[in-house]
């Protein structure tokens, strides 16, 4: 006790000494970064000797910082720091190691740590270093014997041998030291040696399973941090020794490690410090190997009441569930504990597993509840059983008082949802989700239901009863419910099947009134019906006359929602529609490659005939993207291409290339109009297609250096007068340059074409003047080959569709002039990549007369990702405007952000040399890719 | 010493959840200090019984000279219900301790009870409402975590208990004596509140509540959810829900509960609240946000969760509406006031229904229908038939068995003692706590003096010559290993010191006493004295290799300050004396050398 007190007295004294020494070492970090680049530079040349240099240094690190300055004195830091031979700093430093202040040494050695970890290579340095940190690892300084054990950490070897030739050094065993320092002292100096180990562990080293009882007894620590290091350490041991098996203490039974570890970490589920809490609950998660019977006692919690056994809520709703009876509500005493307890057997404090799930999501802070969830859903993933038992838990999480943790069970769920059926009582409890007023929440639920097992007809009717009473509180969830419906119908046709015609109320005797086709509700229960009957023949049979006319209907307008069916007695429809289920695939795709191949003898056709031929074939192409939809990515790609072609092919056919430039200028509008169409159209195919190979982008920036040509040709035509003509010239052979430095390795590929005429020409071009450069493009662009697009495995056309606002509304939105008014947006993205960067949403005014538009970037966290490939974007768009009077339309649409150097490959001597200056982030042009959607907005004038 | 005092008056009446009927007081005596933890009353009883029995507490003499300071955990009656009395009425001027939510709402409910004892029951001897204000004047209010020093020795510190607003353990601290009280707890976090939690303070006893020693319950969740698919499935239906509550803590709670679901599932049905008492408590809980659970904390910058925007105040005319309505209403056992009359007008349609968040006790309306009772006999022979609905959805805020021995663990106490519950089931918990935690487990009865010892450490200051000196001789001490050292222990109003004894001779002014040991060894030896002299000197040489051992020309032996002088008594030339003296410094080796001797002599090699 008094040892205990005298330590704590101890250690609250030694944290103001930490404190101290942090802020000196915050400072000190500036070593590496700060201000006034020039002074530094000249001081630093100036000294003569590495101790010179240090003091210089030292000097700096005092002096304010400035911000604009940073960037030149990092540079001048590292090239001295390259510039000194790391030896020297070391000899430097060394005879300092001898001084008296804690913190100095501290600082000194994390300077050698630095020194070793930029020379991995050098064993002798590093067994010098290895040796410092040994000997100071007795200093009465944590500080100092934290900075010592992480220096073992990081550089202690990792093979024994080596260190035993090197330089004749006695072998250290560098687990055996840092193992050593788990019973120091200070709480600080165990956390860094743990940490140590872990380092050790991270850098491949294999620990040592002695370890592993070492590590368990810091887990009665007095420190979280402490605890919370070493439970990550069982963690680490428990994976590296599965299969070992350790003794039970006070028995003398014995159990796999994983096991023991298992139960040691459950136990820390329920510690005092939520910091814990929150790393065990989550490692748990990651324990696959443990036994089932380990990993079903965590769900497990004996009740008691007065002594005598109770069920839990779970058990009871199971049980009578199995009985067959309906819930009759509960009366008191309806959970009155049955059985006595033996007292002897009731473990309070259980050593094992037990219940510490139960524990973890019952947890006061939500970081832990969230962790026992994910963990949860991990484990449930690689053990089906257990997925089954831990059911009744995460169906309970669907009620936790905080969103994130509902959001999170829910999606666990689904991500558990192949392993499991849902119990009728708890489908209930999920169904009465949906009335949450979270959007997301309800979303995510007709995603899980989407993907559930339901065991009976009656959950099936309970699932569409809840939809429904959802799509009528929340009609926005219209289409996320129509899509549920059809997945919930396709998966349970035969338990449809008896549902049919009580949902279509249909009578034997008596014809009921045709429900309503505009209805919503109505058209729910129709596409679950429909799909359930894809694999259900005998369903049309139950279906009155009006059902198949409203399938008819709904198959043309909600083709998505709805499947083609083979109806009886419906030669039209069926005969319609099912060969080409069957027999679209072939055809189609051969009719690709066909019209494909078919341009490859465009070179040989004269100019008109080339001309007609990439006409049809770009129509052909479309018509096949429209029809299928499969196809619809590459045939537009392709036509794309075959577009700028054409383009191009036009513009050269002009007939007035050789008249006089006077006369020309007319004509040049439809040439450069063409240049500027192709670049576009470039810049379309490269970013808005996701699945593009390299490959493919040289192709295409091989037409964009075509289109560039071109444009320089129109304006050497159209201007008069050299000047401007030298800059474009540079320019344009700067890109050349910049082509083949980039697309080296692709050169072979492209024989014969623009590009590889242009390169033998390169030395006479870069001589000659403009308008002989001109001259040679104009017959060079003439005389190229038509390089063929190899077509990408995948390819998928980004698209958007905006759902919120609708457009068609004749109530504008009114606000006030000068204030600011929040439109909703609501799209779905497809096949974007990283939506979170290049998605942008504008604005522009159409209608009024000042045609001003507006960028806006939406915020990372308005992007939802609920399926692969898709995305979501629900946002807010401010609009503002001061002086206006009328309602007016505003124009809203999707654009999609590019970079032209994201997507050109880095070449190795890039990475070499010195940091290429662009940044990632630099945006240079955007594409639209959705519809524009017209909102009727009013502004009101402001009262005064 | 450290005695905790009687467990007075633990709770008679006892079972259900959420009400806590029992006159909770405690006293403990730790280190000299006396404390008094908790002033409670008995709900149950109208006499002199409901207050505890100060007098017990000092035969004679007056309260506030005997006890050092009086320790409040929250705000229940059985908790605080008698401290105006024994303020006031017994007399006491001392400080009491409680934290700032239950300084607020305290002097509420002792107002609100002593209007119904004196205004409604006419009960003469009361305390008074100025007696009330009195009381509240003393009150010391202490923030969570916060270490109040009552006095130069004793210090006491507040931990979160759960429970109800403002429920607190107090660890109390006397030098490095400690006790920590628990008041009423609860483990695990419920809706408006968070868990209790203490850290690793070591304290040589817990005192703690045990009012569910025998019981481990279910996950909150299952009756949460049970409770609101309860209501909303009844007001989808159109119907009415009564749910009759106390005015504070679980009344609360369900108002999140329903507010929170409310706001989630978009409803629009109202929610009225029985005015009065419960208006003035909900103003407090808004201003206490730090003492609510995470969900709340975090949320209050948005919008305070107790600023119920569901939930309105309720009018009497509001019960004869039609449509779907919830309705919160006092008192919780349906046997009196508006929760009765509302439960009278609506009890005929099968459609309400009526919610029993807690235990009743026998007699009462509360307790007929939930034992399954149709027709009710009300006053003037009027009988009512029950068609409504009656569940029980049972919410408590006290720790249940696991959690006892969750916080046993975390505390680390060197021993436990159990109040506040009832016997039997004290029993199962103390052999529990016996069992696995390795703790002694005391479990007193009412009145009973628990006594137990303590080893309290004694920080001794040492004088740095001593130090350094001890430093010297030996090698550099290595830290957990003891060492031995000398000095000179000064004990000197209630200080100790250790210290030279030099130092201590100067310190005191007492002049050195020198002590010598001398000592007759008898050896049988014909040989003359100097020869005798010199096989001593040669043997001991031979011996004691580490220490230094003369001849002296006088003819004397010295190792190091003993004296060996060898003589030959007269009547006996056979036998040779050697005359044997140490000081009391080294008596040590003064006795080694002497056991030696008298052992005699190798034979010299002749």
């Not at chain 2, 510190?157 to 400690?178: C, D, N, P, R, T």
Request: hydrophobic content about 40%; aromatic content about 8%; overall charge neutral.
């Amino acid at each position: 006790m008094a040892a205990h007190l005298k330590k704590r007295v101890y250690e609250e004294f030694t944290k103001v000494v930490q404190q101290q020494q942090e802020e000196i070492a915050t400072k000190k970090l500036r070593l590496t970064k700060p201000s006034k680049s020039a002074a530094l530079h000249i001081d630093l040349c100036k000294a003569t000797s590495p101790a010179d240099a240090l003091q210089y240094l030292l000097q700096f690190a005092r002096k304010p910082v400035e911000a604009e300055s940073v960037e030149g004195v990092v540079r001048i830091l590292l090239e001295h720091y390259y510039k000194l031979s790391p030896f020297e700093i070391f000899q430097a430093n060394f005879p300092s190691l001898s001084l008296e202040s804690h913190q100095v040494l501290a600082q000194l050695l994390d300077t050698l740590l630095a020194i070793g970890t930029k020379l991995p290579e050098n064993q002798a340095i590093q067994m010098r270093l290895v040796d410092v940190a040994c000997k100071h690892l007795t200093d009465t300084s944590h500080g100092v014997r934290n900075k010592c054990l992480q220096l073992l950490g990081n550089l202690g070897s990792l093979e024994k041998s080596v260190t035993k030739d090197a330089e004749g050094l006695a072998a250290r065993d560098v687990q055996k030291i840092i193992g050593d320092y788990f019973s120091d002292q200070d709480p600080r100096v165990r956390t860094a040696a743990i940490k140590a180990m872990l380092q050790l562990h991270e850098r491949g080293l294999k620990l040592h399973q002695t370890i592993y009882n070492q590590a368990c007894k810091l887990l009665s620590d007095d420190y979280e941090q402490v605890r919370s290091a070493a439970v990550q350490l069982i963690w680490v041991v428990s994976q590296l020794y599965p299969e070992s098996i350790v003794p039970i203490p006070s028995s003398n039974e014995e159990i796999r490690l994983v096991d023991d570890a298992f139960g040691k970490i459950c136990h820390m589920v329920s510690d005092g410090s939520w910091v814990v809490r929150v790393q065990a609950a989550k490692l748990l998660g990651s324990m696959e190997q443990v036994s089932s019977h380990f990993l079903e006692q965590t769900l497990d919690k004996k009740l008691m009441s007065d002594l005598r056994r109770k069920r839990t809520a779970h058990e009871r709703a199971k049980e009578l569930y199995s009985s067959g009876e309906f819930s009759s509500g509960r009366k008191w005493g309806d959970d009155a504990p049955k059985e006595e307890v033996d007292t002897g057997a009731v473990n309070l404090i259980e050593s094992g597993a037990c219940g510490a799930f139960v524990h973890g999501l019952e947890d006061e802070m939500y970081e832990v509840r969230i962790a026992a969830v994910e963990a949860l859903c991990m484990l449930a993933q690689s053990s089906p059983s257990f997925a089954e038992k831990c059911l009744d838990f995460l169906v309970d999480m669907f009620n936790d008082e905080i969103e994130e943790v509902r959001l999170q069970s829910i999606h666990t769920m689904r991500k558990i949802s192949n392993n499991i059926t849902l119990r009728e009582d708890q489908l209930d409890t999920v169904l009465a989700v949906l009335e949450d007023s979270s959007r997301d929440i309800r979303e995510a639920l007709h995603e899980l239901l989407c993907c559930t097992n339901v065991s009976t007809k009656e959950g099936i009717h309970l699932a569409l009863v809840e939809l429904l009473k959802n799509l009528t509180k929340y009609p926005t969830d219209r289409d996320s419910i129509w899509k549920c419906l059809k997945f919930l119908g396709s998966r349970h046709p035969t338990l449809v099947l008896p549902l049919v015609p009580e949902l279509l109320s249909t009578h034997p005797f008596f014809d009921t009134a045709e429900p309503d086709m505009d209805d919503p509700a109505y058209i729910a229960v129709l596409v679950l019906i429909f799909n359930a009957a894809k694999t259900c023949p005998t369903m049309p049979a139950l279906f009155s006359d009006h059902t198949f006319r409203h399938y008819a209907y709904l198959r043309d307008s909600l083709s998505h929602l709805v499947p083609a069916l083979r109806l009886p007695g419906r030669k039209l429809v069926s005969s319609a529609v099912s060969p080409s289920i069957i027999s679209q695939e072939d055809p189609s795709q051969q009719f690709l490659q066909q019209s494909l191949e078919r341009v490859y003898s465009l070179q040989h056709l004269d100019p008109q005939g080339a001309q007609e031929l990439l006409e049809f074939t770009i129509r052909d192409l479309q018509r096949l993207g429209e029809l299928q939809s499969e196809l619809a990515g590459v045939a537009d790609f392709s036509a794309t291409y075959l577009r700028c072609q054409l383009l191009l092919i036009k513009a050269l056919q002009e007939k007035l290339w050789n008249v006089a430039a006077p006369l020309y200028l007319k004509q040049s509008d439809l040439a450069s109009a063409a240049a500027k169409q192709i670049m576009e159209e470039t810049y379309k195919m490269e970013f808005m297609y996701s699945g593009v190979e390299n490959k493919q982008v040289v192709i295409i920036h091989h037409m964009r250096l075509q289109a560039k040509a071109l444009q320089l040709i129109v304006t050497a035509r159209t201007t008069r007068g050299l000047d401007p003509l030298f800059g474009m010239c540079e320019k344009f052979l700067q890109e050349v340059d910049f082509f083949q430095r980039y697309f080296i390795a692709d050169l072979p590929h492209l024989q014969d074409s623009f590009v590889d005429k242009l390169l033998d020409l390169m030395p006479r071009l870069m001589t000659s003047k403009p308008a002989e450069v001109v001259k040679i493009l104009q017959t060079m662009l003439r005389q190229s080959a038509f390089l063929h697009l190899p077509l990408p495995e995948q390819i998928h056309k980004a698209s958007a569709t905006i759902i919120e606002p609708a457009g068609e509304s004749d109530n504008p939105l009114r606000f006030t002039s000068g204030l600011v008014v929040a439109l909703d947006v609501d799209a779905t993205l497809e096949h974007v990549q990283d939506p979170q960067n290049t998605v942008k949403v504008q604005v522009c005014r159409v209608l009024y007369p000042d045609g001003q538009a507006q960028m806006i970037h939406p915020k990372p966290a308005d992007f939802r990702n609920p399926g692969p490939g898709r995305h979501r974007l629900i946002t807010q768009v401010y609009l503002s405007h001061t002086a206006w009077t009328e309602a007016c339309q505003v124009e809203v649409r999707l654009l999609l952000a590019y970079n032209s150097s994201a997507r050109i490959p880095k070449c190795p001597w890039m990475e070499g040399g010195e940091v290429s200056p662009q940044v990632e982030t630099n945006i240079e042009g955007t594409i639209p890719f959705s519809k524009p959607v017209k909102v009727y907005i009013m502004p009101k004038p402001a009262r005064r | 010493r450290c005695g905790a005092g009687f467990g007075r008056f633990r709770c008679l009446v006892r079972g259900g959840a959420g009400q806590d009927v029992g006159r909770s007081c405690i006293l403990v005596s730790i280190a000299g200090k006396n404390v008094m933890l908790d002033c409670g009353m008995h709900m149950g009883f109208n006499d002199d019984r409901r207050f505890p029995d100060f007098s017990y507490i000092t035969q004679n003499g007056r309260l506030t000279d005997f006890l050092d300071c009086v320790i409040i955990s929250h705000f229940h009656l059985d908790h605080c219900g008698a401290l105006p009395y024994f303020s006031e009425m017994v007399g006491y001027d001392g400080p009491i301790y409680m934290t700032h939510p239950t300084q607020a709402i305290c002097p509420i409910l002792l107002e609100d009870y002593r209007k119904i004892a004196v205004d409604k029951k006419g009960e003469a001897n009361f305390f008074t409402s100025q007696m009330i204000k009195d009381c509240m004047k003393k009150v010391v209010a202490v923030h969570l975590h916060q270490t109040v020093q009552v006095d130069d020795e004793l210090e006491i510190k507040a931990y979160y208990a759960g429970h109800v607003l403002g429920a607190a353990m107090f660890q109390i601290k006397v030098g490095s004596e400690s006790v920590v009280y628990t008041g009423d707890y609860n483990m695990t976090p419920d809706r408006h509140l968070g868990a209790a939690w203490i850290d690793k303070c070591r304290p040589n006893l817990l005192i703690t509540e045990s009012t569910y020693a025998t019981t481990i319950r279910d996950s909150k969740r299952c009756r949460e959810r049970d409770f609101l698919k309860k209501v909303h499935e009844t007001v989808e239906r159109g119907g009415k829900v009564l749910i009759p509550v106390f005015a504070l803590g679980r009344a609360q709670e369900l108002c999140i509960l329903l507010e929170t679901f409310w706001e989630r599932m978009n409803l629009k049905v109202p929610i009225y609240f029985s005015t009065g008492l419960t208006e003035k408590a909900n103003h407090y809980y808004k201003l206490f946000i730090p003492w609510t659970n995470q969900k709340i904390r975090k949320t209050f910058v948005q919008r305070n969760m107790f600023e119920f925007k569901h939930i309105k105040a309720f009018d009497r005319a509001f019960a004869d509406n039609p449509g779907p309505m919830v309705v919160f209403a006092t008192p919780g056992m349906l046997h009196a006031g508006q929760s009765l009359q509302i439960f009278r007008k609506w009890a005929g349609n099968e459609k309400n229904m009526v919610i029993m968040p807690g235990y009743c006790v026998q007699g009462t309306v509360g307790h007929k229908i939930l034992s399954g009772q149709r027709k009710l006999e009300m006053e003037g022979r009027q009988v009512l038939e029950v068609k409504m609905q009656v569940e029980y959805m049972s919410f408590s805020a006290h720790a249940d068995a696991k959690g006892i021995m969750q916080l046993v663990g975390q505390a680390e106490p060197e021993s436990v003692l159990l109040v506040h519950g009832e016997a039997k089931k004290m029993e199962f918990l103390k052999q529990k706590i016996e069992q696995e935690l390795r703790v002694s487990c005391y479990m007193p009865a009412n009145g009973e003096t628990v006594t137990l010892p303590t080893s309290p450490s004694i920080p001794v200051g040492i004088s740095l010559g001593l130090l350094k000196r001890e430093m010297a001789q030996g090698l550099l001490p290595e830290a957990k290993k003891p060492r031995l050292l000398h000095g000179t222990l000064i004990m000197k109003d209630s200080n100790f010191r250790l210290v030279s004894s030099e130092q201590a001779l100067k310190e005191l002014g007492l002049a050195e006493h020198q002590l010598r040991f001398t000592c007759r060894v008898h050896l049988h030896d014909t040989r003359k004295e100097q020869e005798m002299a010199l096989r001593v000197y040669s043997h001991l040489k031979s011996v004691l290799k580490d220490h230094c051992v003369q001849h002296l020309p006088d003819g004397s032996v010295t190792v190091e300050s003993i004296l060996i002088q060898a003589a030959a008594p007269s009547e006996d030339p056979g036998t040779k004396v050697l005359l044997v003296s140490w000081t009391y410094q080294d008596e040590e080796l003064g006795s080694f050398l002497t056991s030696l001797l008298k052992k005699g002599l190798p034979q010299a090699p002749s």
